[in-house]
């Protein structure tokens, strides 16, 4: 589990990434964010407030491009491989097949 006092709630996230609430919701629950880098409350349900680490924020704003880019939805397990692979600007699906991307400074 993530811990740190420099952490970022749900809406500092959303807001740097532009990513929504409803998508990043929608990626965690979907393995394609790590549960690693967000503390999750004990309780489930509406009115717990997960804390993420700072370090989500390259990579969602990267998934955030690559998807906004594509005409139609990517499946979880590439979305997942991005966020791992984030800081390589690349994603090899086939040998002749590429998603690239230029990693935020």
């Given at each position: 589990?993530?811990?740190?006092?420099?952490?970022?709630?749900?809406?500092?996230?959303?807001?740097?990434?532009?990513?929504?609430?409803?998508?990043?919701?929608?990626?965690?629950?979907?393995?394609v964010?790590?549960?690693?880098?967000?503390?999750?409350?004990?309780?489930?349900?509406?009115?717990?407030?997960?804390?993420?680490?700072?370090?989500?924020?390259?990579?969602?704003?990267?998934?955030h491009?690559?998807?906004?880019?594509?005409?139609?939805?990517?499946?979880?397990?590439?979305?997942?491989?991005?966020?791992?692979?984030?800081?390589?600007?690349?994603?090899?699906?086939?040998?002749?097949?590429?998603?690239?991307?230029?990693?935020?400074?």
């Amino acid at each position: 589990m993530y811990t740190s006092t420099k952490d970022l709630s749900s809406t500092q996230v959303c807001d740097a990434t532009r990513v929504s609430y409803r998508q990043l919701d929608y990626w965690l629950n979907n393995g394609v964010i790590p549960a690693y880098h967000v503390q999750l409350p004990s309780g489930r349900g509406s009115g717990h407030h997960r804390r993420w680490s700072p370090d989500v924020l390259a990579p969602l704003t990267v998934l955030h491009y690559v998807t906004a880019a594509f005409p139609m939805p990517l499946d979880t397990t590439i979305l997942a491989d991005i966020y791992i692979k984030w800081s390589r600007g690349v994603l090899h699906l086939t040998d002749d097949v590429a998603i690239t991307w230029t990693v935020p400074t």
